[in-house]
């Protein structure tokens, strides 16, 4: 079985982020699929496994991998072993490039098993007070001023002509430039919702029109906080 195992986003208590069944069912793996193997490691750590780290397998699957590196990625899997596939942070094959091995998976029909945890796309959209029937995630927007304004200007358009809202992300580094972009740009009542630090102490999830964020967003910052946007009427 493939097990797709949540990974906290940022919470210091595990606990609040993930169910403990999810943490007993890691013990019944030794081989893990993983996109960075030293927070795998260090997850695990924390997480209380119980097995030796220097006696698990461990396999790389990250934005690099080719669909030929993972061959023999879920070998154990097909002896009748689990596999855990671990996020960065959050869910599994969500903004994760984990979906590259459960195509495999379905394609050899080995079963697989999601858990509950944590996704900082839908804490966003949950607390934003937008549309959570309709919507869409676009990854990162374009670094280039103009053609990030102009993405900008379309999903605006998408949000406002369907009620769909749209959500995306940055580099924690750039996130003040994007506040910048989104309320220059949008039209005064579009409502963009910045949520930051989802879990953590630090927590700040706030809606406002682009003409309110115009006066708000010096009172914010943002570098290097993790962060999901959401534009939405």
């Known amino acids: ?4 195992f949540p990974v906290p986003i940022g919470a210091d208590d595990i606990n609040i982020s993930l169910p403990s069944h999810n943490l007993q069912l890691l013990n019944s793996c030794h081989t893990f699929i993983v996109e960075e193997l030293r927070s795998a490691r260090r997850f695990l750590k924390h997480a209380g496994y119980i097995h030796p780290i220097d006696d698990t397998t461990f396999f790389t699957l990250n934005e ?38 459960t195509r495999l ?10 858990l509950v945890g944590p996704s900082s796309l839908m804490l966003a959209l949950m607390a934003s007070g937008l549309n959570g029937q309709q919507f869409a995630f676009h990854g990162y927007l374009p670094v280039d001023r103009q053609q990030r304004n102009s993405a900008i200007r379309s999903l605006e358009q998408s949000a406002l002509r369907n009620g769909q809202t749209q959500i995306f992300i940055e580099a924690p580094y750039r996130n003040n430039q994007m506040l910048q972009s989104l309320a220059e740009t949008c039209h005064n009542d579009t409502m963009i919702c910045v949520a930051c630090d989802i879990t953590l102490p630090t927590q700040t999830i706030r809606t406002l029109t682009a003409a309110q964020w115009r006066h708000q967003r010096q009172h914010i910052d943002l570098h290097k906080r993790n962060t999901v946007f959401l534009i939405g009427r």
């Open 1 to 4: 079985m493939l097990i797709l």
């Open 64 to 101: 690099h991998t080719t669909p030929e590196e993972i061959t023999h990625h879920l070998d154990a899997a097909e002896r009748g072993e689990d596999i855990g596939l671990l996020s960065e942070a959050g869910l599994p094959c969500i903004a994760d490039p984990g979906a590259l091995v």
């Open 105 to 114: 998976a379905q394609s050899k029909n080995i079963p697989i098993l999601p």
